[in-house]
T-cell receptor, first 113, second 114 residues
Framework: GENVEQHPSTLSVQEGDSAVIKCTYS??????FPWYKQELGKGPQLIID?????GEKKDQRIAVTLNKTAKHFSLHITETQPEDSAVYFC????????????FGTGTRLTIIP | EPEVTQTPSHQVTQMGQEVILRCVPI?????FYWYRQILGQKVEFLVS????????KSEIFDDQFSVERPDGSNFTLKIRSTKLEDSAMYFC????????????FGQGTRLTVV
């Protein structure tokens, strides 16, 4: 089955700086890669996703890149703000998302004011 | 904005007791899921449900677990005889169609088995 590795497990960044979180996956059939933000006591919330036919996607301060050959994808947050502090999970799925998501281990991002 | 709602938010139960976790998915969604997250660990897939039957289940989802969509709106997860290791946050999720729309997660039910 699919295995998703995520690094780093914790990340502290000065407010205004950029944060990068990286994930690798094992199943070459995976074609949908969402990123979820989880705040304390809440469920995961989708912040951005990318499909295998696209190499990069951007939404304001958040961007995701995908390298299918190397089987890795990354989340980039620019101009970080205190409200970006949360746990971020990457995930992978076959069949554009209607199949189960396999999650990474999570990254606890702390923005230092 | 539509949301997935779960009840209760926190359930404490004695080992060996049955629990039912409830979820109301977004109304026009067709695919339903349960995931769980043991404290400090990754979110793990338990089961997917489509067209009133289980589509896929993980090795965690043994005979002690069952799912049901009893009335067309609720989606429940039953644990027949809880164990200490069932203590976790349980998340329900739903997806609209098979065409690659996002999975919406509920806020979770924290299950504590004592």
């Amino acid at each position: 089955g699919e295995n998703v590795e995520q690094h780093p497990s914790t990340l502290s960044v000065q407010e205004g700086d950029s944060a990068v979180i990286k994930c690798t996956y094992s199943d070459s059939a995976s074609n949908y890669f969402p990123w979820y933000k989880q705040e304390l006591g809440k469920g995961p919330q989708l912040i951005i996703d990318i499909r295998s036919n696209v190499g990069e996607k951007k939404d304001q301060r958040i961007a995701v890149t995908l390298n299918k050959t190397a089987k890795h994808f990354s989340l980039h947050i620019t101009e970080t703000q205190p409200e970006d502090s949360a746990v971020y999970f990457c995930a992978a799925s076959r069949d554009f998302g209607n199949e189960k998501l396999t999650f990474g281990t999570g990254t606890r991002l702390t923005i230092i004011p | 904005e539509p949301e997935v709602t779960q009840t209760p938010s926190h359930q404490v139960t004695q080992m060996g007791q049955e629990v039912i976790l409830r979820c109301v998915p977004i109304s026009n969604h067709l695919y339903f899921y349960w995931y769980r997250q043991i404290l400090g660990q990754k979110v793990e897939f338990l089961v997917s449900f489509y067209n009133n039957e289980i589509s896929e289940k993980s090795e965690i989802f043994d005979d002690q677990f069952s799912v049901e969509r009893p009335d067309g709106s609720n989606f429940t997860l039953k644990i027949r005889s809880t164990k200490l290791e069932d203590s976790a946050m349980y998340f329900c999720a739903s997806i609209w169609t098979a065409l690659g729309t996002e999975a919406f997660f509920g806020q979770g039910t924290r299950l504590t088995v004592v």
